[in-house]
């Protein structure tokens, strides 16, 4: 039975100030499953430029660079300027387009789609025609499951890209934001929300992240819950990619939901206790965060 999981996406350089760190959701859960043991593969474009040779360098010092990181020799490489406001929120300003716009369905690509258990994808990518068409081609050409992590980075996406995306999906994760802004016309309860987006796009398990509240999942016509951990925050940069992991991590070894949801919820709360998107993870840490008492 097939294993490997193909994360499918943008990688670029987050820039802030004189500091730049390496980035982009599809990359960061990529990161987050070699943590967790998962055989992963990493598919993306940089330009042929010195920000491009660095990301490169980068891939291949964390176990994620291979012929699938495709070369543009016309497009830049991305580089996204970071602000940050006085609570420390960011906002992200990207470029026009970049190298991840022009990702190629090439026979590379188009085998490894085919090889994979699962593809993880998301909404920025597809910003671009070029990328978003070679994304749909593959999802209709695999039988993997499909994970469609919403990501929705304004003014990057259009309502018809997020239909087109969802109805491809198995699984389909976005956060209570997200959810209220794509399920319309709802009470604002969270359950209703679910229950009308399923409808609408058959989806087989949706999964609505809720910040420190935790997780919601409905998966075969069942809900999981799971309340969310007490934890000393120090940012919460990349929590999401670290839960999205860990849920694909319990799909890919078959385990039981509220299993996957909880163990998930214990790693995006252990990532928020630690500056920056893919802390090393400590498993005494984290297993003690699975110990505590979950917020009421």
């Known amino acids: 039975m097939k294993k490997q999981v193909l994360c499918f996406g943008e990688v670029l350089w987050d820039v802030i100030g004189n500091d730049k760190k390496a980035g982009g959701a599809p990359m960061n859960v990529a990161r987050h499953l070699v943590q ?3 055989n992963v593969k990493f598919a993306s474009r940089v330009g042929a430029d010195e920000p491009g040779h660095e990301l490169t360098g980068f891939l291949k010092d964390n176990g994620l660079y291979s012929n699938l990181i495709q070369v543009d020799e016309k497009l830049p490489t991305c580089e996204v300027k970071v602000k940050l406001d006085a609570q420390g929120q960011a906002t992200y300003v990207f470029p026009e387009r970049t190298s991840w716009d022009n990702i190629q369905p090439d026979k590379d690509l188009v085998e490894a789609a085919k090889d994979a258990s699962s593809i993880v994808f998301g909404s920025l990518a597809c910003r671009d025609k070029v990328t978003h068409d070679t994304l749909l081609n593959l999802l209709d050409e695999t039988d993997a ?23 491809r ?22 359950r209703e929300m679910i229950t009308e987006f399923r409808t609408k796009y058959h989806t087989k398990t949706i999964c609505v992240t809720r910040g420190e509240k935790g997780a919601i999942i409905w998966h075969d016509y069942e809900f999981f819950e799971h309340p969310g951990f007490c ?47 893919n802390p090393v993870y400590v498993q005494d840490e984290i297993d003690n965060i699975k110990k505590s008492v979950t917020v009421k």
């Open 36 to 38: 967790q043991h998962v």
């Open 145 to 167: 499951v499909k994970i469609f992590d919403v990501n929705l980075r304004p003014p990057h996406y259009t309502l018809a890209t997020i239909e087109s995306l969802a109805a």
């Open 169 to 190: 999906a198995s699984v389909i994760k976005m956060n209570e934001e997200e959810a209220n802004l794509l399920v319309g016309g709802s009470t604002g309860d969270i």
């Open 231 to 277: 934890v000393d925050v120090e940012d919460t940069v990349g929590a999401g990619d670290a839960f999205l992991a860990s849920f694909i991590a319990g799909i890919v070894a078959n385990k039981p939901m509220q299993r996957i949801l909880d163990n998930a919820c214990a790693i995006g709360a252990y990532v928020t206790t630690k500056r920056g998107a």
